[in-house]
């Protein structure tokens, strides 16, 4: 199966900074998902992007998917966006999501 | 219009005991597929049913199984109870249609097994 992997798996940033997060994947995918975790372990959708480049207010989210990579962008972070991000593609004929281990973003005031 | 719902919300079980976990789909959702986070990990695939036949099964045991209603709901159950399986319980739908695949979660059934 694919083979998921991000980075970094711990963020500590001050409240305005803006990050980049990382999810390489190991083969060619039909989907790819960004979610975020909150503390209570809801999953929140924030991007379907299989390919293309994709914005959302402070987010946004690039895939190339010919090099098998992923970045979501979170600009000017606040509190609120704090948790556990999730990458999680699927391969083409299957609807299976696999998910990497996440990149947990910590927010200081 | 109401997300993916599941219940219940938290469960205490014994080892040996079986348990049933519920999902409703979105509204016009045809896929639902359920997921296993165990604490720290990331979500891990255990069925997908589309129009109730099973389309997809992770590496979980025969002690795992599930099945889909013909109002799209679904139930996962899971026999003999181990230690090793209290975790999270995520169930998520889709359209599965016209190239969309997007997949939506429900809350979670946090099972622990003592």
């Known amino acids: 199966g694919i083979q998921v992997e991000q980075s970094p798996p711990d963020l500590i940033l001050q409240e305005g900074a803006n990050s980049t997060l990382r999810c390489n994947f190991s083969d060619s995918v039909n989907n790819l998902q960004w979610f975020h975790q909150n503390p209570w372990g809801q999953l929140i959708n924030l991007f379907y992007?299989?390919?293309g480049t994709k914005q959302n207010g402070r987010l946004s989210a690039t895939t190339v998917a010919t090099e098998r990579y992923s970045l979501l962008y979170i600009s000017s972070s606040q509190t609120t966006d704090s948790g556990v991000y999730f990458c999680?593609?699927?391969?083409?004929?299957?609807?299976?999501?696999?998910f990497g281990t996440g990149t947990r973003l910590t927010i200081i005031p | 219009d109401a997300g993916v719902t599941q219940s219940p919300t938290h469960l205490i079980k014994t080892r040996g005991q079986h348990v049933t976990l519920r999902c409703s789909p979105i509204s016009g959702h045809k896929s639902v597929s359920w997921y296993q986070q165990v604490l720290g990990q990331g979500p891990q695939f255990i069925f997908q049913?589309?129009?109730?036949?099973?389309?997809g099964r992770g590496n979980f045991p025969d002690r795992f199984s599930a099945r889909q209603f013909p109002n799209y709901s679904s139930e996962l159950n899971v026999n003999a109870l181990l230690l090793g399986d209290s975790a999270l319980y995520l169930c998520a739908s889709s359209l599965q249609s016209q190239g969309d695949y997007e997949q939506y979660f429900g809350p979670g059934t946090r099972l622990t097994v003592t």
């Open positions: 049913y589309y129009e109730k036949e099973e389309r």
């Open positions: 992007i299989p390919s």
């Open positions: 999680a593609p699927s391969p083409f004929g299957n609807e299976k999501l696999t």
